[in-house]
């Protein structure tokens, strides 16, 4: 079984910085892909950053310049620096993966922007 655990979120007021962290544990062999995706009261779950295996990453046009999102295989973590962040960042955070077996989530993490 695969576990996903995030940490780092929190209230932050505008222009601020947070740095998220996901560890996964488990039955880990190769992860393909890591990434970021938030999800707002009422709305869709959308990407946010994600990294591959090749260390080739994609952010959101909205997050892209302010956040970047790093792993470390080793250690089979990913990590995503929030700076410059907006009210509209306001959301939950959670980490995802994708192996060979399937897809696997995280619990979220509650990130709020205000002031």
């Known amino acids: 079984q695969v576990q996903l655990v995030e940490s780092g979120g929190g209230l932050v007021q505008p222009g601020g910085s947070l740095r998220l962290s996901c560890a996964a544990s488990?039955?880990?062999?190769?992860?393909?892909?890591m990434g970021w995706y938030r999800q707002a009261p009422g709305k869709q779950r959308e990407l946010v950053a994600r990294i591959t295996n090749g260390d080739v990453t994609n952010y959101a046009a909205s997050v892209k310049g302010r956040f970047t999102i790093s792993r470390d295989n080793a250690k089979n973590t990913v990590s995503l620096q929030m700076n410059s962040l907006n009210p509209e960042d306001t959301a939950v955070y959670y980490c995802n993966v994708e192996m060979p077996r399937g897809r696997y989530w995280g619990q979220g993490t509650q990130v709020t922007v205000s002031s």
């Open positions: 488990g039955t880990i062999f190769d992860i393909y892909v």
